[in-house]
């Protein structure tokens, strides 16, 4: 019974379960966020969950409802429903659905022997479903018009593509290096490339926030008013966490691979090289993704001193907060 409190202390609604002041908390709630099981979430079962969330707001949870129940409801909804806009997310764009959604799209742009055609769908590819998470886990609390969307996704493919295309031709043309060598080279240039353009994609396609601002709450949620210094702060954070991202999921297979390729076991079973590269993939990146998001919380903290004069004036709280989005 003490390990069951341990694991689920006292309910508290729109907080999360895990402390965010350490990484470690930070980790385990985004484990949460991201749990693939949310996505087979029926209707019925968020309609319930939203239900029950909503008794307990009223006072009225019925009699023998657990911790556990109530924890679990706030994970559902936050995993499915939009904290700004209180909509669906479609479920491809959660970041429960990034991994299931965007490991096959991992593995063809880490496939050995692409042709430039191939190198250049898969970044078109993975910076279009980089695009659509971004703009569903965006902070939401004033409108993005279409066309920032379209900048961003323009800009980001282009960069990715551009990017990629120039390393492969680099590559090609360089006579300094064995055929071993540039085959692994080759495999390590989808990171450069994804890095710089899934930068490039948070900060072109949320560059509204840092025109319009975002909001600020108190600590009892209330709104304060709208910040340009907490937008930079938020985009700034969202650009490190993406940086990062893709440094594990394509660095750790393309080692992995060339490491059992030297040991000769994918050449006497070359059937095999599909489904392995597959498999190291998609658990490269299932770790790297809560680890690269826990780096910042979602509810971010700033001191009333760093925003504008006129918001400093408008509450009397040293500590207000803002959704970072993810």
């Known amino acids: 019974m003490k390990r069951m409190e341990a694991q ?78 209180g909509e669906k997310i479609f479920m491809p764009f959660r970041m429960s659905g990034f991994v299931p959604f965007g490991s096959f799209i991992v593995v063809g742009m ?29 902070n939401a609390s004033k409108p993005t018009p ?60 949320r560059n509204s926030e840092l025109s319009e601002g975002i909001e600020v709450l108190d600590k009892q949620g209330n709104t304060v008013g709208t910040s340009q210094v907490a937008a930079k702060k938020a985009l700034k954070e969202t650009a490190i966490t993406r940086m990062f991202l893709p440094a594990p999921i394509l660095l750790i297979p393309p080692l992995v691979m060339s490491f059992l390729e030297k040991r000769r076991f994918l050449i006497r079973n070359p059937r095999l090289h599909l489904p392995i590269n597959s498999v190291v993939c998609t658990l490269a990146f299932g770790l790297a993704l809560p680890v690269a998001i826990a780096f910042f919380p979602q509810i971010s903290q700033i001191q009333r001193e760093q925003l504008e004069p006129a918001l400093q004036s408008s509450t009397t709280e040293s500590t207000l907060y803002y959704n970072k989005g993810l």
């Open 8 to 85: 689920y202390p006292p309910f508290q609604l729109n907080k999360p379960r895990f402390d965010q002041s350490s990484f470690n908390g930070r980790l385990r709630h985004f484990l949460d966020v991201i749990d693939p099981r949310t996505l087979l979430t029926t209707s019925q079962q968020l309609e319930n969950a939203i239900g029950l969330l909503d008794k307990y707001k009223s006072g009225n949870v019925p009699g023998g409802t657990t911790y556990k129940q109530l924890w679990e409801a706030q994970k559902i909804k936050q995993a499915i429903i939009h904290p700004d806009t």
């Open 110 to 138: 880490l496939l050995p022997n692409s042709s430039m055609k191939q190198v250049i769908f898969w970044q078109w590819l993975n910076q279009s479903h980089n695009a659509c998470v971004n703009f569903a886990n965006r």
């Open 146 to 205: 279409l066309k920032r969307f379209v900048l961003g996704y323009v800009g980001a493919v282009s960069t990715a593509v551009s990017i990629a295309v120039a390393l492969n031709l680099l590559i090609k043309r360089a006579s300094a290096f064995s055929t071993t060598t540039k085959l692994l080279i080759q495999r390590l240039v989808p990171f450069p490339a994804t890095a710089t353009a899934s930068t490039c994609n948070v900060l072109l396609m």
